[in-house]
């Protein structure tokens, strides 16, 4: 089966450190990998994306790359803000049989960031 | 526009209550999902709705019964809930099963 495994947090950094949250996965196929980022009481909102091997997702200054040779997808960004203090949760989805319309998530990193 | 509203935003109920949670979204999208999801821990997906028909149903217990009643809108209704049914509960969307999935900023939820 599908399955997302993220690096243990929470990670502690401070502000305009640099930041690698590492995730890597288990799937048949070809799947659709995510980052996901959950604010403090809300729901989650979709940070950036990649469909296909060698793909790189970027947004907010956040940028992930689509490794099929070693299964990954870690996320990175050049200087971290205290408004990116949060739970980052990567996840999958694969494009049918059985798991169609599922999303396989990660255990979710909390990071912190100190002024 | 890339909203999903959910209402109520915090739900306090009693184990004999019945109560609904209302999700709504105008993007075209259709599917529409369910999910709870405890503290420190990742969403659990609940139910899956593929063009207004229940495609997915995780094994939920039948307290929690879910409705699309158009292609707009997803209900979950709410029955003799336990205390351990407290949760965030999350609704979101795709264009179709296979794309990103949207999604709102959840109902808070406490059985009493």
């Known amino acids: 089966g599908n399955s997302v495994t993220q690096m243990e947090g929470p990670v502690t950094l401070s502000e305009e450190a640099f930041l690698t949250i590492n995730c890597t996965y288990t799937?048949?196929?070809?799947?659709?990998l995510f980052w996901y980022v959950q604010y403090p009481g809300e729901g989650l909102q979709l940070l950036l994306k990649?469909?296909?091997?060698?793909d790189k997702g970027s947004n907010k200054g956040f940028e992930a790359t689509y490794r099929k040779e070693t299964t990954s997808f870690h996320l990175e960004k050049g200087s971290v803000q205290v408004s990116d203090s949060a739970v980052y949760f990567c996840?999958?989805?694969?494009?049918?049989?059985?798991?169609?319309?599922?999303?396989?998530f990660g255990q979710g990193t909390i990071l912190t960031v100190h002024p | 526009d890339t909203e999903v509203t959910q209402t109520p935003k915090h739900l306090v109920m009693g184990m004999t209550n019945k109560k609904s949670l209302k999700c709504e979204q105008h993007?075209?999208?259709?599917?529409m999902y369910w999910y709870k999801q405890k503290a420190k821990k990742p969403p659990e997906l609940m139910f899956v709705?593929?063009?207004?028909?229940?495609?997915i149903n995780e094994s939920v217990p039948s307290r929690f019964s879910p409705e699309c009643p158009n292609s707009s809108l997803l209900n979950l209704h709410l029955h003799a809930l336990q205390p351990e049914d407290s949760a965030l509960y999350l609704c979101?969307?795709?264009?179709?099963?296979?794309?990103?999935?949207?999604f709102g900023p959840g109902t808070r939820l406490t059985v009493t």
């Open positions: 979101a969307s795709s264009p179709t099963g296979l794309e990103e999935q949207y």
């Open positions: 799937a048949t196929g070809y799947p659709s």
């Open positions: 990649a469909t296909k091997a060698d």
């Open positions: 996840a999958l989805k694969n494009a049918g049989g059985t798991s169609y319309g599922k999303l396989t």
């Open positions: 993007m075209g999208h259709r599917a």
């Open positions: 709705y593929s063009y207004e028909k229940l495609s």
